[in-house]
């Protein structure tokens, strides 16, 4: 079952802007963490940048200052706009969620992932 849509992405030349989007669907009954995490080819996933439950923020050293995280809680979604993309930047992105979704009469915790989202940087 899809809980998270993920939509943006795509081919960009280095010095490029993208936009990412992640939509929590109707099935999340609770939102704690909300984040996008990353995987280069032959790299282990890794933290891009993330809003916690408390609001706060944490960026990864090597995007910060160029990308930016926002979050709408009454549209329960998430936007990461990237500026000033460099070819390391070239992975596929993963939007992630740690909280609770519907199953059945109740609902189960964890951690959920989106289907991932390539983005390209390249000239």
């Known amino acids: 079952q899809t809980h998270l849509v993920e939509s943006g992405g795509g081919l960009v030349q280095p010095g490029g802007s993208l936009r990412l989007s992640c939509q929590a669907s109707?099935?999340?009954?609770?939102?704690?963490?909300m984040g996008w995490h990353r995987q280069a080819p032959g790299k282990q996933r890794e933290l891009v940048a993330r809003?916690?439950?408390?609001?706060?923020?944490n960026y990864a050293d090597s995007v910060r200052g160029r990308f930016t995280i926002s979050k709408d809680n009454d549209k329960r979604m998430i936007d990461l706009q990237m500026n000033s993309l460099k070819s390391e930047d070239t992975a596929v992105y993963y939007c992630?969620?740690?909280?609770?979704?519907?199953?059945?009469?109740?609902?189960?915790?964890?951690?959920?992932w989106g289907q991932g989202t390539r983005v390209t940087v390249s000239s």
């Open positions: 992630h969620m740690r909280g609770a979704v519907y199953h059945g009469m109740g609902e189960i915790e964890g951690d959920f």
């Open positions: 109707r099935t999340v009954y609770r939102i704690d963490d």
């Open positions: 809003v916690r439950k408390d609001g706060s923020i």
